[in-house]
T-cell receptor
Framework: GENVEQHPSTLSVQEGDSAVIKCTYS??????FPWYKQELGKRPQLIID?????GEKKDQRIAVTLNKTAKHFSLHITETQPEDSAVYFC?????????????FGKGTHLIIQP | DSGVTQTPKHLITATGQRVTLRCSPR?????VYWYQQSLDQGLQFLIQ???????AKGNILERFSAQQFPDLHSELNLSSLELGDSALYFC??????????????FGPGTRLLVL
């Protein structure tokens, strides 16, 4: 089955700086890669996603890049703000007939220092 | 608010007992997924239903079962509960699992505590 590795497990950045979280996946059949933000005790909230026919996607301060050949994808947050503090999860999914749900990374605890 | 609802929010029960968790998907979504989140295992996929039929199975124990009803709500049944079953249980829904319709939106979760 699919395996997703995520790093770092904890990331502390100064407010206003950029943050980058990286993930690798193992199954070349995976073609959909969402990112979720989760605050303590709350539901995972979708912040951005990318499909394998696209190399990069941006939404305001958030961007995701995908390298299919290397099987890795990254989340970039620019001009970080205190409300960006949370745990971020990457995930991989095969929408072309796979038999799994989302396979998640272990999460990155992002801390924004004032 | 994702549009996915789950009940109850919290559940406290004893070892050996059986509980039922309920999920209502977003309006129009036919696919429901169940996930378990624990500190040691992270977020793990349990099972998926699409329009009433089981479509995918993950790391779901034999003590656990699920179903999806004609009105598309789903229930996750956990029996012979053990201390290690204490976790957050999320359901998520999507229109389908095909490309362009696979985005999953999560409900608020049910926190299960087994004593």
């Amino acid at each position: 089955g699919e395996n997703v590795e995520q790093h770092p497990s904890t990331l502390s950045v100064q407010e206003g700086d950029s943050a980058v979280i990286k993930c690798t996946y193992s199954d070349s059949a995976s073609n959909y890669f969402p990112w979720y933000k989760q605050e303590l005790g709350k539901r995972p909230q979708l912040i951005i996603d990318i499909r394998s026919n696209v190399g990069e996607k941006k939404d305001q301060r958030i961007a995701v890049t995908l390298n299919k050949t290397a099987k890795h994808f990254s989340l970039h947050i620019t001009e970080t703000q205190p409300e960006d503090s949370a745990v971020y999860f990457c995930a991989a999914f095969n929408s072309g007939g796979g038999a799994d749900g989302l396979t998640f990374g272990k999460g990155t605890h992002l801390i924004i220092q004032p | 608010d994702s549009g996915v609802t789950q009940t109850p929010k919290h559940l406290i029960t004893a070892t050996g007992q059986r509980v039922t968790l309920r999920c209502s998907p977003r309006s129009g979504d036919l696919s429901v997924y169940w996930y378990q989140q624990s500190l040691d295992q992270g977020l793990q996929f349990l099972i998926q239903y699409y329009n009433g039929e089981e479509r995918a199975k993950g790391n779901i124990l034999e003590r656990f079962s699920a179903q999806q009803f004609p009105d598309l709500h789903s229930e996750l049944n956990l029996s012979s509960l053990e201390l290690g079953d204490s976790a957050l249980y999320f359901c998520a829904s999507s229109p389908h699992r095909t490309s362009g319709q696979e985005t999953q939106y999560f409900g608020p979760g049910t926190r299960l505590l087994v004593l």
